[in-house]
């Protein structure tokens, strides 16, 4: 049942002269549903736990098992949804077909893609701008496409790395709702960093990060 566990997880990066422990000993497991902040000082390692979480990165100690992918890894990319500080947006594609990017990896056909990323444009509230570029978006639009962008395989993971970070209060605020509203009554685990009380008192668990040391509670 478990989604992602971490067995004592380490990473430490040694381009430099010194090497840089960024995260020491991490275990944890995150279940279906959960609701997770991640929280800590610039540095702490929170994105560093992010990246092992979501694949992208290996740790140099331990080991991270996926249960929910089995042996089919190439099935991570529409199982984990991904969410960044800026929204990374493919200039050049409308709203709508960078929301069909991680659709299209999958094995249905282009029209399938297409309706499932306008159904994720509505899950979000952004049906109407869907014709539009990037450009001309706001910045708490372009997250809100991100954040479409990362929901719309329906992923069993969301994780996101200072999704509200970029933007002002309000506009954060409403990005968060609507990002909660749209994973309710849902299965999908979601594991936030985010230096936002607010953002943090609105999950249902608090991870600590400093130094590269990961305190979990239940
Ligand atoms: P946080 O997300 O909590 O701010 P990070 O995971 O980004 O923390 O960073 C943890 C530590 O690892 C910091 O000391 C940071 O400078 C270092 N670090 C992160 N990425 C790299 C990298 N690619 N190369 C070298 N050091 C890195
Ligand atoms: P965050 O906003 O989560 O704290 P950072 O601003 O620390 O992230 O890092 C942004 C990017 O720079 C990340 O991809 C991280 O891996 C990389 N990075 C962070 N610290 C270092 C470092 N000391 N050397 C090289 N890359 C780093």
Not at 9 to 16: C, N
Not at 74 to 79: H, S
Not at 158 to 175: K, N, R, S, V
Request: aromatic share 2%; with cysteine.
């Amino acid at each position: 049942e478990v989604l992602v566990r971490t067995d004592q997880v380490g990473r430490t990066y040694s381009q430099g002269k010194t090497p840089v422990v960024a995260l020491s000993s991490a275990t944890c497991a995150i279940l279906p549903g959960a609701r997770i902040a991640l929280m800590g000082p610039s540095g702490g390692g929170k994105s560093t736990l992010l990246h092992l979480l979501a694949g992208l990165d290996t740790p140099t100690s331990g080991s991270i098992t996926w249960p929910m992918l089995g042996a089919r890894e190439t099935l991570r990319p529409l199982k984990i949804g991904l969410v960044f500080q800026v929204p990374s947006l493919l200039a050049p594609l409308t709203v709508v077909e960078n929301v069909e990017i991680p659709l299209l990896l999958g094995q249905g056909s282009t029209e399938k893609a297409r309706a499932a990323a306008l159904d994720a444009l509505d899950r979000i509230g952004l049906r109407s701008i869907g014709e539009k570029l990037p450009e001309e978006l706001s910045g708490g639009q372009a997250q809100r496409v991100a954040v479409a962008r990362a929901l719309a395989t329906y992923p069993k993971l969301l994780l996101a790395d200072e999704p509200t970070g970029q933007l002002d209060h309000p506009t954060a605020q409403q990005l968060f709702d609507v990002l909660l509203e749209s994973l309710e009554g849902t299965e999908t685990a979601l594991v936030v960093a985010t230096h936002d009380r607010i953002v943090a008192e609105r999950m249902n668990t608090i991870w600590h990060m400093h130094h590269g040391l990961l305190e979990v509670q239940a």
